[in-house]
C-alpha cells in the first residue's frame, strides 16, 4: 500500500448531524460525528444495520447536506460533490448501450486526458488491462461476468484519476468467492496508484482485510463508537491471531 507517513487531512468530518421528518415525527439519524481520513490512508466504516451509514457516505461524498457540521476535502468545505472524488456502489455504474472501452472513454475530456480519440482510447485500454479485461474491451455490458463487470466499474473510476474513492459496499452483490477476488484486486491497484479511499462496508472481514483503520458506529443517532488501526503487513491472513483478535473486537463494538 501507499507510504501512509504523511499526517495531512485529505477529508475532515466535523460535528455533522442529519434528521430526517416523516408523518411519525423527526428521526435523528447521524449524531454529531468527527472523524478525519489522512492523504493516502484506507478507512472503513462498519455500524449495525440501518444506523445509516450510506446516509453519512452520501454526506460526505457531497451528494447530501448535512443538517449542522461541515465536510472539507484538502481544507475546503464542501457544498456539493467534489472533482477530486468518485463514487462506487454496490448498484453499479457502467452504461448498457456503451462497450467496456466506451465506458471507460466517457467522462475523459481532451484537456485532462489526451488531445484525441486514439490517446483517450488507449488510456481506457490501459485500464481495462489492469483490471484482467484485457481482450473485453469491444465487450457489451450483457455479454460480462459480474465479475467483470465490477472489473469494468472499478476501471472506470480509476480512469478518470480521482483523488478520492468513496466506496458503499461495492462488492456486496458478488459471491463470496468473486468478493475475495475484487478485494484483493482493488488493493492491487492501490499498489500502483495512489488513492484516498473511504468505504462503508458491512462486512467486518471485508474493513480487517483492505483498511488501514476501522471506524465502527454507534446505533442512531449514529457517531464513532471506537477506532481500530490495522497494523497488519499486506497481503494479510484473515485467520491470523492477530486478524482473529480484531475481528472479535470489533464485533463486541457491535454488540455481536
Known amino acids: 500500500m501507499s507510504d501512509k507517513s504523511t499526517t495531512t487531512h485529505k477529508i475532515e468530518v466535523d ?17 454529531g460525528l468527527s472523524f478525519t481520513v489522512a492523504d493516502g490512508e484506507f478507512v472503513a466504516i462498519v455500524g449495525p444495520s440501518g444506523c445509516g451509514k450510506s446516509t453519512l457516505m452520501n454526506i460526505i ?13 484538502d481544507g475546503a468545505e464542501l457544498s456539493g460533490p467534489s472533482p477530486k472524488g468518485i463514487v462506487i ?13 466506451q465506458n471507460l472513454m466517457f467522462g475523459l475530456n481532451d484537456d485532462d ?14 485500464y481495462a488491462e489492469m483490471v484482467g479485461l484485457k481482450g473485453f474491451e469491444s465487450s457489451y455490458p450483457h455479454e460480462l461476468s459480474g465479475g467483470m463487470l465490477k472489473r469494468a466499474e472499478l476501471a472506470r473510476a480509476f480512469v478518470v484519476k480521482p483523488e478520492i474513492l468513496y466506496m458503499d459496499e461495492p462488492f456486496s452483490a458478488l459471491d463470496a468467492l ?21 468505504l462503508i462496508t458491512h462486512d467486518v472481514e471485508e474493513a480487517i482485510y483492505m483498511a488501514d483503520r476501522v471506524l465502527v458506529l454507534s446505533p442512531r443517532p449514529t457517531t464513532i463508537q471506537a477506532s481500530f ?25 457491535l454488540g455481536l
Open 15 to 31: 460535528a455533522i448531524r442529519k434528521s430526517f421528518v416523516s408523518a411519525k415525527g423527526t428521526l435523528p439519524v447521524i449524531g
Open 61 to 73: 461524498a457531497g451528494f447530501e447536506q448535512a443538517d449542522t457540521g461541515t465536510v472539507k476535502v
Open 89 to 101: 456502489s454496490q448498484h453499479g455504474s457502467v452504461f448498457p448501450w456503451l462497450t467496456v472501452q
Open 113 to 126: 486526458h489526451g488531445a484525441g480519440h486514439s490517446e483517450r482510447a488507449a488510456l481506457a485500454d490501459h
Open 178 to 198: 468473486m468478493n475475495m477476488k475484487m478485494r484483493t484486486e482493488l488493493l492491487r491497484i492501490l499498489e500502483e496508484e495512489r488513492h484516498t479511499v473511504l
Open 229 to 253: 488501526t490495522v497494523d497488519m503487513p499486506h497481503p494479510r491472513k484473515l485467520s491470523s491471531p492477530q486478524a482473529q483478535e480484531l475481528r472479535e473486537a470489533i464485533l463486541k463494538e
